[in-house]
């Protein structure tokens, strides 16, 4: 159905509800900001959306991104594809620090149709100039729209659209915070109309029982000698998130180390420029990704750390065997 123009913005197609997780997008006082607006305090206050009976709020929770558990992620994603399930699109609106962890596991877990967006703020809502509301009113007009249809899990903020995969706060207090290092922008928002000219292919979701496992993230650096990774170990993970430099390289009894734990738990690799994949053959030396692609690691593709340990939590969360979490990722991997 397309998107036709009606005064300043697209005609809806879905009704659209709006889930408040906390963050600064909710956030007042003039001098250190504490959380303070639930989901109709943000829906009324923006005139664009005060009187529309197709918009709805309802409050989930009301914290500090930085204060969120991994259960109460889950119960956030779980009400935000339970009404995608029935049809309507989803507006989270969240903490920027931890925005990207969340809607990366929206995504894993999201199988409707209706788009679930995830947006913010990085002004507080008694700021000058405060960019909440803009931030809400374009990420419902893609929730509502039929462009949106069958994307999966968005971050629209500043008036860009990126995938959840691909997101990254790469700035702390840019108005753009946000972007999508390998893939760049899925579209804009202008005028209350988006325009999206490319998309991601959709993985098939998993349904976590809990996110109760153990997997930390274990970076590298130049003249690693293995005694972090020993130590990460020596606590008995349940799965680890590695770091490798370059294209997926290490210092050789590293990747020992590592490729052996891997016949033991569930190791996933990142490589550590953020708009970099591993190779598959360029180099032969020792540690290099010819040694990462022989063992059990897996590579994290275009995944961050950070998307790739939630994607690695869903998976054990939901009972998978190390070969079908191998295939997961691999759909990442290109």
Partial sequence: MPNRL???????????????AGGTIGMTGPAGATPKLDAE?????????????????????TVPSAHLTLDDQLMICRAARDAARRGI?????HGTDCLEETAMLSDVIHDADAPIVFTG???????????????????VSVASSAAAQGMGTLVVFGGEI?????ARKTDTTSLTAFSSPQTGLLGRVTEGHPSIWARLPRNPAVDPANLSHRVPVVPTASGDDGTFARAILE???????????????????????????????????YCRPERGVILNGT????????????SDIMPAGFLSPQAARMKLLACLGAGLDREAIAARFALDDG
Avoid at 89 to 93: D, E, K, L, M, P
Avoid at 283 to 294: F, N, T
Wanted: proline share 6%; hydrophobic share 45%; charged share 20%.
């Fill in 6 to 20: 009606r005064n300043n913005g697209p005609v809806a197609v879905r009704r659209v509800v709006i889930l408040a």
């Fill in 41 to 61: 305090q943000l829906r009324s206050a923006i005139p664009a959306l005060a009187d529309r009976t197709d918009v709805d709020a309802r409050t989930i929770i």
């Fill in 89 to 93: 699109g989803v507006v989270v609106t």
């Fill in 121 to 139: 703020a990085i002004r507080t809502a008694s700021a000058p100039g405060a960019d909440g509301p803009a931030n809400i009113v374009d990420a």
């Fill in 162 to 166: 990126h995938h959840a995969r691909c």
């Fill in 235 to 269: 606590t008995e993970p349940d799965g680890a998130i590695i770091g490798t430099l370059g294209a997926g390289h290490l210092a050789p009894a590293v990747m020992e180390l590592w490729a052996e734990a891997a016949t033991r738990i569930p190791v996933v690799a």
């Fill in 283 to 294: 180099y032969g030396y020792a540690g290099s990704e010819q040694d990462l692609r022989v």
